[in-house]
Nanobody, 119 residues
Framework: QMQLVESGGGLVQAGGSLRLSCAAS????????MGWFRQAPGKEREFVAA????????YYADSVKGRFTISRDNAKTTVYLQMNSLKPEDTAVYYC????????????WGQGTQVTVSS
């Protein structure tokens, strides 16, 4: 089992920045990929970004490329999502997840953290 705990959400004005953190514990070695997803009210959950623990390879959704950066600290088993140039459409609950591939196979999820971007 893995446990994932997100933090760092909040309210920010458009153009501002936030950094989300996801602390992983338990059998962290069982899943090589960590991802961030988000779900806005009335919309389906969507992929945001992912990274591999082993080599740091990253993958981003087109909507956040150039604005968001995912990184990891293997010693702390923590993954970060630096979000810059935030837009109102980035408003959502952001979830951390662990899986077997950068794009699919996510089977461990955190409880989510709210990000609200005001215009």
């Amino acid at each position: 089992q893995m446990q994932l705990v997100e933090s760092g959400g909040g309210l920010v004005q458009a153009g501002g920045s936030l950094r989300l953190s996801c602390a992983a514990s338990g059998r962290t070695f069982s899943r090589n990929c960590m991802g961030w997803f988000r779900q806005a009210p009335g919309k389906e959950r969507e992929f945001v970004a992912a990274i591999k623990w082993s080599d740091g390879i990253t993958y981003y959704a087109d909507s956040v490329k150039g604005r968001f950066t995912i990184s990891r600290d293997n010693a702390k088993t923590t993954v970060y999502l630096q979000m810059n140039s935030l837009k109102p459409e980035d408003t959502a609950v952001y979830y951390c997840a662990a899986g077997i591939d950068l794009r699919y196979g996510y089977d461990y999820w955190g409880q989510g953290t709210q990000v609200t971007v005001s215009s």
